[in-house]
């Protein structure tokens, strides 16, 4: 059994507006353009209380992306990346890699390792998942946070303050955490801060 109910204004006005969307969804001249399209009642028909007619101006057609010139071209030679990270305060990125290496890319400047810890973290093995394996950025005092296992295998975090050429300051380092860890693998390596600087 269905029952009808007289419609209400406010339902007769949702009607009427969903009516003249579809209508404007609709209308398409072929070119991938919206028809200008009158929201305006026809012939006998008013307009609920509240619902204002309007015209829905003509878009332009939008550049299709086969159109759009693109190219690709290198512009650093960055092997065995484990993590890239944005510093906030001026958005260079900085890249780790395994076997020891930060890099920064600033805005307009080439490519530079800024800090290199090659003689202190494991040296790279095939398979193995062990070297410098992660940075964040804190971002409250700006700190550089950096993760890798050392030449015995055992994990490190620490942290290092940035100068102002937006490198490590080597004279700055703290040492926040040490794991002593069996084997070669497992070794974790992705950090993350939330908005209250918590690690």
């Given at each position: 059994?269905?029952?009808?109910?007289r419609?209400?204004n406010a339902?007769?006005?949702?009607?009427?507006?969903?009516?003249?969307?579809?209508?404007v969804?609709a209308c398409d001249?072929g070119?991938?353009?919206?028809?200008a399209?009158?929201t305006?009642p026809g012939?006998?028909?008013t307009a609920?209380?509240g619902?204002?007619?309007?015209?829905?101006p003509t878009s332009p057609?939008?550049?299709?992306?086969?159109d759009?010139p693109l190219?690709?071209?290198?512009?650093?030679d960055i092997?065995?990346?484990?993590?890239m990270?944005?510093?906030?305060v001026d958005?260079?990125i900085?890249?780790?890699t395994q076997?020891?290496?930060?890099?920064?890319i600033?805005?307009?400047t080439?490519?530079e390792v800024?800090l290199?810890?090659?003689?202190?973290?494991?040296?790279?093995e095939p398979g193995?998942?062990r070297?410098?394996?992660?940075?964040?950025f804190?971002p409250?005092?700006?700190?550089?946070f950096?993760?890798y296992?050392?030449?015995?295998?055992?994990?490190?975090?620490?942290?290092?303050?940035?100068?102002?050429?937006?490198?490590?300051d080597?004279?700055?380092?703290w040492?926040?955490l040490v794991?002593?860890q069996p084997?070669?693998?497992h070794?974790?390596?992705?950090?993350s801060?939330d908005a209250?600087g918590v690690?």
């Open positions: 059994m269905v029952e009808l109910r419609a209400s339902s007769r006005a949702a009607r009427w507006v969903v009516a003249g969307l579809l209508a969804a001249d070119d991938g353009r919206e028809a399209v009158s305006t012939p006998g028909a609920p209380a619902v204002t007619s309007t015209i829905v057609a939008a550049e299709p992306l086969r759009i190219a690709a071209e290198p512009f650093a092997s065995r990346p484990t993590a990270v944005t510093r906030p958005g260079s900085y890249i780790s076997e020891g290496q930060i890099w920064r600033g805005r307009g080439p490519p800024v290199d810890l090659a003689g202190t973290v494991s040296a790279y193995s998942e070297g410098l394996l992660g940075l964040s804190h409250n005092d700006g700190r550089v950096v993760y296992t050392d030449l015995t295998a055992q994990s490190h975090l620490v942290s290092y303050a940035l100068d102002a050429d937006g490198a490590p080597a004279a700055s380092v040492d926040v794991v002593e084997g070669v693998g070794k974790g390596g992705g950090m801060f209250d690690l």
